[in-house]
């Protein structure tokens, strides 16, 4: 996995865009980064990017993501950045997401320190898979989570709008969806 100088997995993206150049910004949490099991010509951001780039298009696909990360992270992200120059935004939210709540290193137990942080995320992965198991769909936040992160993609679509970047919303469901499900139908309002 290659982390480039702005914090983000993927290749540098041009300090300028160029102007005959199609930037897409893709935006989500572990789903749209990948991983580290997935190389990074086989994650979806750089497959839209190929298949357009062999249609004779001129792209720059950007993923602004990171695991763990929830609604409330991507917003604070774009509002400290910017949309990149973006000229279109795609945004990945599974349903999971929508109760996640912001979250740093230190959420998970962990420190900055990078040899460090290795150690601890291997004995965090040993004590979360087998002292502390976690269903599969995971935890699902508070009502001050959920209402913070409903907020959080509001502002984003808003932001987009404001700077006319046409937004596609990818909505995935969480697999059992049985504990997030209720939270679609307030979402959707």
């Known amino acids: 996995v290659h982390i480039n100088s702005v914090g983000l997995r993927g290749p540098e993206p041009a300090e300028e865009k160029p102007a005959n150049r199609l930037r897409i910004l893709f935006i989500g949490e ?37 695991p763990g990360w929830s609604p409330q992270n991507w917003i604070e992200y774009i509002t400290n950045r910017g949309l990149d120059d973006a000229d279109v935004a795609v945004l990945t939210l599974p349903e999971c997401d929508l109760g996640r709540p912001f979250s740093t290193l230190n959420t998970f137990g962990f420190t900055e320190n990078a040899p460090l942080l290795r150690v601890q995320s291997v004995f965090g992965y040993l004590i979360n898979a087998y002292v502390h198991p976690v269903a599969p769909d995971g935890p699902i936040g508070t009502e001050t989570d959920f209402s913070k992160n409903v907020a959080a993609v509001s502002r984003l679509l808003e932001l987009a709008r404001n700077r006319s970047i046409p ?20 979402f959707s309002v």
């Open 30 to 66: 572990s789903v749209t980064f990948g991983g580290t099991r997935i190389r990074e010509e086989e994650l979806f951001v750089r497959q839209a990017e190929q298949r357009l780039a062999a249609k004779g298009h001129l792209v720059e696909a950007v993923n602004v993501a990171a």
């Open 167 to 186: 937004m596609i919303v990818v909505f995935t469901p969480s697999v059992p969806s049985s504990a997030h499900a209720p939270l679609w139908p307030r």
